[in-house]
């Protein structure tokens, strides 16, 4: 993991890698995979409610709700940044509402980086972020003091 | 007797992001709920993630279900919690609806 701030274009870069096994053998038998491409997995992967173990299995504390990438990547680009990811074979670029998609040599794990602008950032706000997520309700019975 | 758990009180204090961090909070959260029939949760003075409200509330909300909102409250949350909060929650009464049907059937 590891960041950096660019003074001059006010720039905040965030990059997290690991060597892990990769977004396509994460997502392979996800539903909605139907090309089993490192790019096309990584792409199901920026869309929200998608995780490699969010159907997995149920009452597991490690059940998560395959949100956090969406929101992330999203919360950059309203920051006037962009997303790159990297996975396996397969290379995306989130910019704007676009995804631009390329090869490369083989990566053993997945590389995310998300480069914001700092003036911007303080701008976006999460609780906007979280209501537009697919299923997103109001819940009467929560009590609020 | 209600009970009270002030989160501030606890590392990091400030901000709250991972689900390492939001177990350890729903160890303490359960250990009140054993010993008390009701407990407000203060999110008062800090940020939380969704991550890490999953791990601490969507967790309960996903063994116990609806009937454990009825023992909880929650105090001083900011808008992001507040809304946070209430996605995490109506997921998780979902997906415990979704298991309840499954090992029902």
Not at chain 1, 40 to 52: D, F, H
Request: aromatic share 6%.
């Amino acid at each position: 993991m590891a960041a950096q701030y660019y003074p001059t274009k006010d720039h905040i870069r965030l990059a997290v890698v690991d060597n892990g096994c990769g977004l396509l053998r994460s997502l392979r038998n996800h539903p909605r995979l139907a090309d089993k491409t490192d790019i096309e997995a990584i792409k199901l992967a920026l869309e929200p409610r998608v995780s490699g173990n969010r159907d997995v299995g149920l009452l597991d504390d490690s059940h998560n709700q395959g949100v956090g990438l969406s929101v992330s990547s999203e919360l950059a680009i309203r920051a006037g940044g962009r997303v790159d990811i990297i996975s396996g074979q397969g290379a995306v670029k989130k910019l704007r509402n676009a995804l631009h998609s390329w090869t490369v040599p083989a990566w053993h794990g997945t590389a995310i980086e998300m480069t914001v602008l700092r003036k911007q950032l303080g701008g976006v706000r999460v609780s906007s972020l979280i209501r537009e997520l697919p299923g997103y309700e109001q819940v009467s019975m929560l009590r609020f003091t | 007797m209600d009970a009270h758990l002030e989160c501030s009180k606890y590392p990091p204090h400030h901000f709250f992001g991972t689900r390492f961090i939001g177990q350890q909070m729903r160890g303490e959260l359960e250990a009140l709920l054993d010993r008390h029939q009701n407990v407000e949760v203060d999110f008062t003075g800090l940020n939380a993630t969704q991550s890490f409200i999953d791990e601490m509330i969507g967790v309960l909300v996903l063994r116990y279900g609806p009937a454990i909102l009825q023992r909880l409250s929650f105090k001083g949350c900011n808008e992001d919690i507040q809304t946070i909060l209430h996605f995490v929650v109506s997921s998780r009464l979902a997906d415990h609806e979704a298991s309840r049907q499954t090992f029902t059937h």
